[in-house]
């Protein structure tokens, strides 16, 4: 079992930035893909960005690709996600996942992030 907890949510005005944090912990020596997916109201979960063990591999939606970057220490088992220059219809409950098995096999509770126009 891997636990995940995300943290750095909150309401931020239209250009502005926020850094979100996920903290894994339980088994985690195994490899594992981290990924980041958002939620907004009345809209179905979307991935947002991933990144493979390594580094080597990231993706990005194409609605964020410029804006945020995702990164990962293994050695502290974080991953975090850089907003930038961010939008309102960036608003949603973002949520840190990781993929062991092939699939999305771990989720965090979610933090909110609000962006005020």
């Known amino acids: 079992q891997v636990q995940l907890v995300e943290s750095g949510g909150g309401l931020v005005q239209a250009g502005g930035s926020l850094r979100l944090s996920c903290a894994a912990s339980?088994?985690?020596?195994?490899?594992?893909?981290v990924g980041w997916f958002r939620q907004a109201p009345g809209k179905e979960r979307e991935r947002v960005a991933s990144?493979?063990?390594?580094?080597?591999?990231?993706y990005y939606a194409d609605s964020v690709k410029g804006r945020f970057t995702i990164s990962r220490d293994n050695s502290k088992n974080m991953a975090y996600l850089q907003m930038n220059s961010l939008k309102p219809e960036d608003t949603a409950v973002y949520y840190c996942?990781?993929?062991?098995?092939?699939?999305?096999?771990?989720w965090g509770q979610g933090t909110q992030v609000t962006v005020s126009s």
């Open positions: 339980g088994r985690t020596g195994s490899s594992y893909v």
């Open positions: 990144m493979s063990w390594s580094g080597a591999y990231t």
């Open positions: 996942t990781a993929a062991v098995s092939g699939t999305w096999d771990y």
